[in-house]
């Protein structure tokens, strides 16, 4: 019984030690998160920077976007007398996407969380932006779009679309 306290001890020590190093090495450095190095986040442009929601915005205009199309339906409801609920996620959504692809003149997705949520998103250009508004999550971005490197479409059916940029989409992590 003597021996057998140590071994198992130092066994447990072993297995936490392996543990905590495994733990510290999730990170993939392929951005999202700080690398588990404490320093600052990883983000795929240069532009990308943490908003005050603390999360990634790569542009302002974007997150203005968010930030008007809330005031915005709020300012409806008051004209009509009522009060504003932000328990219609869907009619968020569709006002900032609206306003977002009307001011950008481009395709842009968005999605409205009661809760933070995760996502790997594929976006085009510099036009990415999570933000926390109210206590409401929003997500939007613009659509990335297949172009081959002289901007192109690869498709030629004669559907009307936005101008294609001359950059390829990138993508982003998002880790909760």
């Not at 543990?19 to 450095?29: L, V, W």
């Not at 996620?89 to 997705?109: D, G, P, R, S, V």
């Not at 559907?159 to 940029?165: H, K, L, S, T, V």
Request: aromatic share 10%.
């Amino acid at each position: 019984m003597k021996v057998v306290f140590p071994a198992l001890f130092l066994i447990f020590i072993i297995v936490q030690k392996t543990n905590s190093r495994r733990c510290s090495r999730a990170d993939d450095g392929n951005g999202g998160g700080d690398g588990g190095g404490g320093g600052p986040p990883k983000y795929p442009l240069p532009e990308c920077k943490t908003n005050g929601s603390g999360f990634m915005c790569c542009n302002d205009g974007v997150e203005d976007v968010v930030k008007d199309a809330i005031d915005d339906l709020k300012k409806q409801k008051a004209k009509q007398g009522e009060k504003f609920s932000n328990c219609n996620l869907q009619m968020m959504a569709n006002k900032i996407q609206e306003m977002a692809e009307k001011k950008f003149n481009t395709t842009f997705e968005t999605m409205v969380g009661i809760s933070n949520f995760a996502s790997k998103t594929r976006f085009f250009g510099n036009m990415v932006c999570k933000v926390k508004r109210g206590n409401r999550y929003v997500l939007a971005f613009a659509t990335p779009k297949n172009t081959d490197a002289t901007g192109d479409d690869e498709d030629d059916d004669d559907e009307p679309r936005p101008a294609n940029f001359k950059r390829l989409h990138h993508t982003f992590t998002w880790r909760v």
